[in-house]
């Protein structure tokens, strides 16, 4: 599919038509994504659209707010691989957005990879091999288990969440364990399924932050039902595939990109300017607003 396919020059003005709405919802739901230009989209009326869009609004602890529906995308300059938004927590947003105040004018490219197609694509040996949940691992310092326990239990501060109120979490959502670790912080694991069918379309879709980035936290590990952890040569061929069904966003200042978080991976090609020089905001939300 060429980009320009994704592409939805909404009317030119303030307001948002029903038409409009029911032209991005069905793009969503078929495609994974659109692309909206030409509509000089501000902060503010990027954070209006994704509040209507979604039944609620997520975040990254890690991040910068930048409007109370905003955070600030600053991960480093170099290339970021495919993966989807926050794929290595019980609750990965339904739904991102990216809104570009100002491109970069080299580089920075965000990738998108349709999910569905790169399933399609896999051999019968793989998608068996990932049929299973695999367990995904890693340390979190408490100030980050604080923040996200805090925005998932509605707790107004996160320096008042206590290790009750994680364990509470932890029992809310099956597949996920604890175990304690130094300075407050916890060995985390949760299993996920690389493979998943709960995207606007129903499709299976290799959606997952497998090749994806760590940059404001520790790697994680990704381990088989059986035990074993993933080879750095089956990483190596799924770059590869995946690589065949992603395309680029060479962004323009305003331009609205909108994402099924659970239908297709997202990343970026190296930054090939100074960090100034590029502001890109990103809001993730859980749940389609069926009056949107």
């Not at 310092?141 to 923040?147: A, M, R, S, V, Y």
């Not at 009750?164 to 175990?179: H, R, S, T, V, Y």
């Not at 299993?191 to 994680?220: C, E, W």
């Amino acid at each position: 599919m060429n980009i320009e396919q994704s592409v939805f020059d909404l009317e030119q003005s303030r307001s948002y038509p029903a038409s409009s709405h029911a032209e991005i919802k069905h793009s969503l739901r078929e495609q994974g994504w659109i692309l909206l230009r030409h509509q000089d989209y501000d902060v503010q009326r990027f954070s209006e659209l994704m509040t209507a869009l979604c039944q609620k609004l997520t975040y990254d602890p890690a991040r910068e707010n930048i409007t109370q529906q905003s955070q600030k995308v600053d991960a480093g300059t170099q290339a970021v691989g495919l993966h989807i938004e926050n794929g290595t927590t019980p609750l990965p947003p339904d739904m991102i957005a990216f809104f570009s105040e100002v491109s970069a004018s080299q580089g920075s490219q965000t990738t998108v990879c349709d999910g569905h197609a790169v399933y399609n694509s896999l051999s019968e040996q793989l998608k068996q091999k990932f049929a299973a949940p695999m367990t995904i691992s890693r340390y979190l310092p408490k100030q980050i288990w604080q923040k996200y326990v805090a925005t998932a239990l509605n707790i107004a501060e996160a320096d008042n969440v206590t290790w009750e109120d994680l364990n509470k979490f932890i029992q809310m959502i099956p597949g996920q364990a604890i175990i304690p670790a130094h300075e407050g912080g916890v060995e985390y694991h949760l299993q996920m399924n690389m493979i998943r069918h709960d995207n606007l379309k129903g499709v299976p879709a290799f959606a997952n932050t497998i090749l994806g980035p760590s940059y404001n936290y520790q790697k994680p590990k990704f381990t088989f039902a059986d035990g074993r952890e993933i080879s750095q040569e089956l990483i190596a061929e799924l770059v590869e595939l995946c690589e065949q069904h992603t395309q680029e966003i060479d962004w323009q200042d305003g331009d609205v990109a909108i994402i099924d978080n659970k239908r297709l991976m997202h990343g970026r090609r190296e930054i090939l300017v100074p960090l100034e020089q590029r502001k890109l905001y990103i809001s993730m939300g859980l749940g389609l607003n069926q009056t949107f």
